[in-house]
T-cell receptor, first 114, second 113 residues
Framework: GENVEQHPSTLSVQEGDSAVIKCTYSDSASNYFPWYKQELGKRPQLIIDIRSNVGEKKDQRIAVTLNKTAKHFSLHITETQPEDSAVYFCAASKGNFGNEKLTFGTGTRLTIIP | NAGVTQTPKFRVLKTGQSMTLLCAQDMNHEYMYWYRQDPGMGLRLIHYSVGEGTTAKGEVPDGYNVSRLKKQNFLLGLESAAPSQTSVYFC????????????FGPGTRLTVL
């Protein structure tokens, strides 16, 4: 089955600086890669996703890049703010009938230092 | 819309007891999922359903059973709870395929003594 590794497990960044979280996946057939943010005591919420037919996607201060050859994808957060402090999870799936499962990474706890 | 709701929010069980967690969604989603979240291990899929009357095993199905008798509800059962099942349980749903966003419920914190 699919295996998703996520690094680092914890990350502290000065407010205003950028943060980068990296994930690698094992199944070359995976084609859908979402990122979820989970604030303390809350439910995970989708913040951005990317499909294998694009290499990069941006949404304001958040961007995701995908390298299919190397089987890795990354989350980039620019101009970090205190409200960015949370646990971030990457995930991967094949996204087609019969392969409806998301495999999650183990999470990155991001702390923004004021 | 309430989105995805879970009942109960908290529960404490003794080893060997049974219980059922209820997940309900009002978004007419076909796909529903049960995950458990443990420190340092991310979200692990227990069971899932791709439609009313269907269920399938996920990554960690042992000790759990599920049923999807109605499209809007997905039940997770523990027949004989064990301390290893102490965890936070999240339900999620999505409209169709995995390319659609999964919406999560607020979670159920279960402690097995």
């Amino acid at each position: 089955g699919e295996n998703v590794e996520q690094h680092p497990s914890t990350l502290s960044v000065q407010e205003g600086d950028s943060a980068v979280i990296k994930c690698t996946y094992s199944d070359s057939a995976s084609n859908y890669f979402p990122w979820y943010k989970q604030e303390l005591g809350k439910r995970p919420q989708l913040i951005i996703d990317i499909r294998s037919n694009v290499g990069e996607k941006k949404d304001q201060r958040i961007a995701v890049t995908l390298n299919k050859t190397a089987k890795h994808f990354s989350l980039h957060i620019t101009e970090t703010q205190p409200e960015d402090s949370a646990v971030y999870f990457c995930a991967a799936s094949k996204g087609n009938f019969g392969n409806e499962k998301l495999t999650f990474g183990t999470g990155t706890r991001l702390t923004i230092i004021p | 819309n309430a989105g995805v709701t879970q009942t109960p929010k908290f529960r404490v069980l003794k080893t060997g007891q049974s219980m059922t967690l209820l997940c309900a969604q009002d978004m007419n989603h076909e796909y529903m999922y049960w995950y458990r979240q443990d420190p340092g291990m991310g979200l692990r899929l227990i069971h899932y359903s791709v439609g009313e009357g269907t269920t399938a095993k996920g990554e960690v199905p042992d000790g759990y059973n599920v049923s999807r008798l109605k499209k809007q509800n997905f039940l997770l059962g523990l027949e004989s709870a064990a301390p290893s099942q102490t965890s936070v349980y999240f339900c999620a749903s999505s409209y169709r395929t995995l390319g659609d966003t999964q919406y999560f419920g607020p979670g159920t914190r279960l402690t097995v003594l």
